[in-house]
């Protein structure tokens, strides 16, 4: 059975950081491309940071470029994404997921991705 387990969420200052982790379960991570995504309340999920297979594309949505960074740890079967200066509009449940992807580069469109945790919440408060 194919199962992601994401962790790290938390209640958090603005400014602040946070690690989330996903752990991949039943398969290896080795050929699947990854991501990050986020629901907040009453609005859509969106795409947050996506890396292919290789490790040599990324996508990363414009509203966290240069605080959050995605990475993984094949040998450890999980994904991460470090959140630096975090903000009250980060505030989202956070869910990572992944696709087998047959081709060159990288998406970061909820739709494509198949295999989905079952998130965890991030509340960024003052």
């Known amino acids: 059975q194919l199962q992601l387990v994401e962790s790290g969420g938390g209640l958090v200052q603005p400014g602040g950081s946070l690690r989330l982790s996903c752990t991949a379960s039943g398969f290896t991570l080795d050929y699947y491309a990854i991501g990050w995504f986020r629901q907040a309340p009453g609005k859509e999920r969106e795409g947050v940071s996506c890396m292919s297979s290789n490790s040599a594309y990324t996508s990363t949505t414009d509203s966290v470029k240069g605080r959050f960074t995605i990475s993984r740890d094949n040998a450890k079967n999980t994904v991460y994404l470090q959140m630096n200066s975090l903000k009250l509009e980060d505030t989202a449940i956070y869910y990572c997921?992944?696709?087998?992807?047959?081709?060159?580069?990288?998406?970061?469109?909820?739709?494509?991705?198949?295999?989905w945790g079952q998130g965890t919440q991030v509340t960024v408060s003052s």
């Open positions: 997921a992944t696709v087998v992807r047959r081709r060159p580069g990288i998406s970061c469109l909820p739709y494509e991705y198949t295999t």
